[in-house]
């Protein structure tokens, strides 16, 4: 396994639409477990495989990382079947969008369904965080950052922070 660099927005690949996976292969899951490791090192409880520049529809999550316990999970080729028409207002992150913070609606249950790292297709409902993580994920394979969904001031300013920060951290 190996950890591999995250891209910070505005990274041009960050808005690509991610393929679809033909086949849950041994590549496929060298790059399920990579991103795993990645997301762990970045402290993150989930990825998607375009943040570390691969354009097919893979996802992983660990919801448990925050407790310091170990529950992955990975998401390929995910599709959302029903959302609700309740939705809730989340504080969410990115780590292409290191150290901004802001509050997204979305519905706030979903039932989607995706193929597991066995290949096997199953169906999961999601509610609260999971919901929110994975409705944030599935947007990452469509280009789509939770900077996009606030507003086109409160987005530039975001952006604007990430830039200076990266300006920062090469000076030093
Ligand atoms: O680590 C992450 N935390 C998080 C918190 C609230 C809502 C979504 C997320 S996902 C994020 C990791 C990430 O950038 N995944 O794409
Ligand atoms: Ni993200």
Redesign the pocket.
């Given at each position: 396994m190996s950890i591999r660099p995250i891209l910070i927005a505005p990274d041009p690949r960050l808005k690509a639409v991610s393929e679809p996976v033909a086949r849950v292969d041994d590549e496929i899951k060298k790059l399920v477990d990579d991103m795993l490791e990645s997301m762990y090192a970045a402290e993150?409880?989930?990825?998607?495989a375009i943040?570390v520049g691969v354009p097919r529809r893979v996802l992983v999550m660990d919801l448990a990382q925050k407790e310091g316990r170990r529950e992955p999970q990975a998401f390929i080729n995910p599709r959302i079947l029903w959302a609700s028409d309740e939705t809730t207002l989340?504080?969410?992150?990115?780590?292409?969008v290191p150290d901004i913070w802001e509050d997204v609606e979305r519905p706030s249950r979903i039932r989607a369904e995706f193929l597991d790292r066995d290949g096997t297709l199953q169906a999961i409902d999601a509610e609260e965080l999971l919901a929110?993580?994975l409705q944030?994920?599935m947007d990452?394979l469509n280009g789509i950052l939770f900077i996009d969904h606030l507003s086109k001031l409160k987005r530039s300013i975001a952006l604007r922070k990430v830039q200076k920060a990266k300006r920062l951290e090469k000076a030093s």
């Open positions: 993150g409880i989930g990825l998607a943040q989340v504080q969410e992150g990115c780590l292409s929110t993580c944030h994920e990452h």
